[in-house]
């Protein structure tokens, strides 16, 4: 979804709404909050929105490659000490600055070992390190099944060529794609969150945006 980002293919993402209670409904946006009531009741909950409001500023991780090195070395949690690896970024020393996974270091190393270029997670992405920045344009909350074929297009659904020409892919399947950007979007989700995530029909946040 980061490349689909950068060729201007996704302005949405859909992230499940947590916190909501059983047996209530949404009853509307606030300014970055969903407001949620038992139906014919009075109960009223509302839940802060996770990616803000319009105008708000995003910044994406991603897949990176830094160069560094590893140590062994003890920290200190809670008031305890911790034996283990650490990687030590050096980055920062260097004229290049990171990589990314279309653009990849000639050498990569493996394992744990000395200075050298290493392919890092998504997760442990430094804020220096990340090349996409968003500008939330709209956040709503609306139920999962209830994406339009325009906002299945906008979140990246990825078209395919071949015989397929018209046709979105099945991330369950490549064998096959779907005339549906819908059904696309819809494997896409259960590849990401799991069988069945689909069915569940969560509630989740919508959220536009554009990238500055």
């Known amino acids: 979804m980061v490349q689909a980002i950068l060729a201007g293919r996704k302005t949405q993402t859909r992230r499940i709404l947590k916190g909501v209670p059983d047996g209530m409904v949404f009853y509307g946006n606030g300014n970055g909050v969903a407001d949620f009531m038992v ?8 839940i802060k929105l996770r990616y803000g409001v319009p105008g708000d500023q995003l910044w994406v991780r991603e897949t990176f490659y830094a160069f560094g090195r590893w140590e062994y070395r003890t920290t200190q949690k809670k008031g305890k000490d911790h ?3 650490h990687f030590l970024d050096l980055t920062d020393d260097l004229d290049s600055g990171y990589r990314y996974l279309n653009d990849p270091p000639k050498v990569v ?12 997670p998504s997760l442990f992405m430094p804020r220096a390190a990340s090349r996409i920045l968003l500008e939330v344009v709209n956040n709503r909350v609306e139920r ?23 046709h979105y892919k099945n991330y ?13 979007y819809m494997t896409l989700w259960e590849y990401i969150n799991g069988p069945e995530s689909w069915s569940k029909n969560d509630y989740v946040t919508a959220t536009s945006f554009r990238r500055i």
Request: no cysteine.
């Open 83 to 85: 034996d283990g690896w």
């Open 109 to 120: 190393m493996i394992g744990r070992g000395g200075n050298g270029w290493y392919k890092r």
């Open 172 to 184: 369950l399947n490549n064998a096959y794609g779907f005339i549906s950007p819908y059904n696309s």
């Open 144 to 166: 999962l099944q209830d994406i339009s074929e325009a906002d299945a297009i906008a979140e990246g659904v990825e078209p395919i060529g071949g015989m397929f020409v018209g």
């Open 39 to 46: 139906e014919g009741g009075f109960t009223h909950k509302q």
